[in-house]
């Protein structure tokens, strides 16, 4: 098994859409999914270098793990379902403090799950790599998602019925600057809100590789000094090692 050169981590509360995202962006499919136990990795191959990919749980009985998961990460995607004000409060009360462990040069994206639901441009997203929908599919989820028939199409109708949005940019730029308060991060000199907070849809795959891609790109300066390092001072990254153990899938979990 390749070892990974960085370690970027999902974090948030469940049922925000962590393990759709990741599945959205490395099998390029929304599928069903079962609440995640423990975490769960993916190794992700970026040019010349493995980033590895970690699903964590967003249970409450799983919060102890959390931190552990952080540890030695270059980047932390603190995840929330635009329809829920609440997993939005959660990620500040409940998650950032675990990312202490992570490294001092983390980066850390805020992202909005679920936009389908709240925003015609993301539901009607196409993934260039998924199937493509016809216009019976959406309605159909339409009327699964508000329990009554879509009304007669008209140019300007939307194919699906939309949730009110619970969190608008505005709240996730403002937790971002937080963010940064808490790890003594000036704003000045830190990535911009702008670059960092992003709406999603796994659904739909809506801004899924814009926000992976981005992050595999900034961490590529991690990636460099660690390897510096170890160029410097050879050693066996034996939490890393025992991490990933005898895995010898591309994915596992613990
Ligand atoms: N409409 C919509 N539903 C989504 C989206 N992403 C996830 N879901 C649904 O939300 C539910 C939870 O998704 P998961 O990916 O399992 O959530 P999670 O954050 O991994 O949850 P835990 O593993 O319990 O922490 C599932 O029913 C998904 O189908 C999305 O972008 N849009
Ligand atoms: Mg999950």
Redesign the pocket.
Known sequence: MKKPDVKIVLL??????????L?RYMERK?K?????VGGAFFLKQWGPYNISIW?????EQFHGLGSMYCRGAAAVIL?YDVTNWQSLAELEERFLSLTDTANHDCIYALVG?????TDSKAQLFQDSDGPVKDRTECEEECEVLSGCPTPPASPTSLPGVMLRKQVINEDAVALYGRILRYKGLDEKSSLPAEKMCFE?????GYNVDTLFESLFDLVLPSILRKRHENQQSPTVDLEECRALGSKKARSGCC
Request: charged share 25%.
């Open positions: 948030g509360d469940m049922n925000v859409g962590k393990t759709s995202l599945h929304f069903e999914t079962v609440s995640t699903d964590t749980a967003g249970r995840t799950n679920k936009a389908d639901l999603t849809s796994a659904k739909t």
